[in-house]
């Protein structure tokens, strides 16, 4: 707060104070002052009146400085009346006041909310894994009976129920993983596994490269990862699949290329933004744009980052970074 911007926001008072100052002249001047006596009156009631506008003028900017201040800087905004100590003057505790009671109001708000979305995660959770019972049975029934078409659309449906879940439990993530060392050459061996019956099927070969190594993260969340990424390579076109792993002293760098139809480079930018499809998902494949978003969700709630490059015709890769520190060293 400026000298100038609170004497011009105080400016019709300081003209009040200003006519009236002249009136007094006026009236002194009527009744014979000494010119000694209104020069030395005047210097008493400019020093008085100058004295309690500097005085105004500093408490108050202490306040609204330290308000400006935490407001750039908090990222949680609603904190401010919590950082800030109460002040000394009537329009600032009114302020204050205002702000605590607003604060109170919203966290009363969040946590209804908060807890809302507790119960439908845990709802959606519940759903999730009562409706995997039924699947299962009739994949194990269309797997008895040879009907593979059945069983094909059955595994879609139960990979589509797996991203809900997925999905479901991204937003608090951090209370269902653990990070620990996790072999990428088991991990991605059990996805493989997982898909083997559409890998054969459509005659796509998979090749492996240093995958003999360990990185921090979830083992279960990787797993998910990984399906996610093979299942866009399964439904868009692949007929080799790839997966590289290079480590590095601060860093190990996963790589899954396949060989698919490829993204467009105008759909590139995008493909990790919730609900996106781009042209592919809408004229080759059904797609809800969910995977990949998904998928990079959960690689920042890991600590991983993910990006992918691709050329329309020949090739797609998702790179994903795991990091590493000084507390376990990742061979």
């Known amino acids: 707060m400026r000298l100038i911007d609170y004497l011009r926001d105080r400016l019709p008072a300081l003209i009040i104070g200003g006519v009236t100052y002249g009136l007094a002249l006026l009236f002194m001047a009527a009744y014979r002052f000494s010119g000694e006596a209104v020069i030395l009156l005047s210097l008493i009631l400019l020093l008085g009146a100058v004295s309690a506008v500097l005085w105004d003028f500093f408490r ?14 908090l990222d949680k905004k609603y904190l401010l009346s919590e950082t800030l100590g109460k002040p000394d003057f009537l329009d600032g505790k009114i302020t204050y006041e205002a702000l605590r009671q607003g604060n109170a109001s919203m966290c009363e708000h969040v946590a209804d909310f908060r807890r ?55 937003g608090s993530a951090e209370k269902d993983y653990i990070i620990k060392p996790v072999s990428l050459k088991r991990t991605f061996a059990d996805v493989a596994v997982r898909n083997r019956e559409q890998l ?19 083992g279960k969340w990787l797993a998910f990862i990984l399906g996610q990424l ?30 698919g139809v490829g993204i467009p480079e105008s759909d590139l930018p995008y493909i990790f933004e919730k609900s996106f499809t781009g042209s592919n998902g809408r004229t ?5 744009g969910m995977g990949l978003y998904i ?30 520190n000084d507390l376990h060293d990742v061979r």
Request: charged share 30%; glycine share 4%; aromatic share 10%.
């Open 230 to 259: 093979m299942a866009n390579s399964l439904k868009y076109g692949a007929s080799e699949i790839s997966v590289i792993a290079e480590s590095f002293p601060d860093r190990t760098e996963l790589r899954f290329r396949d060989n």
């Open 284 to 288: 080759q494949a059904k797609s809800t």
């Open 295 to 324: 998928v990079r969700k959960l690689c920042r709630k890991l600590g991983h980052s993910i990006s992918a490059s691709s050329e329309q015709g020949k090739f797609t890769e998702l790179l994903i970074t795991f990091g590493k």
């Open 116 to 170: 809302e979305n507790k119960d439908f995660r845990e709802y959606i959770e519940m759903w999730v894994h009562e409706i995997k019972l039924p699947v299962a049975s009739l994949q194990l029934m269309c797997h008895n009976n040879g009907d593979h078409k059945y069983a094909e659309q059955l595994k879609r449906i139960d990979s589509y129920i797996e991203s809900v879940l997925y999905y479901a439990r991204s």
């Open 60 to 73: 108050k900017k202490s306040y609204y400085t330290s308000l400006i201040r935490y407001t750039e800087e």
């Open 200 to 218: 054969q099927e459509l005659g796509i070969s998979l090749s492996t490269e240093g995958l003999d190594t360990e990185v921090m993260t979830d």
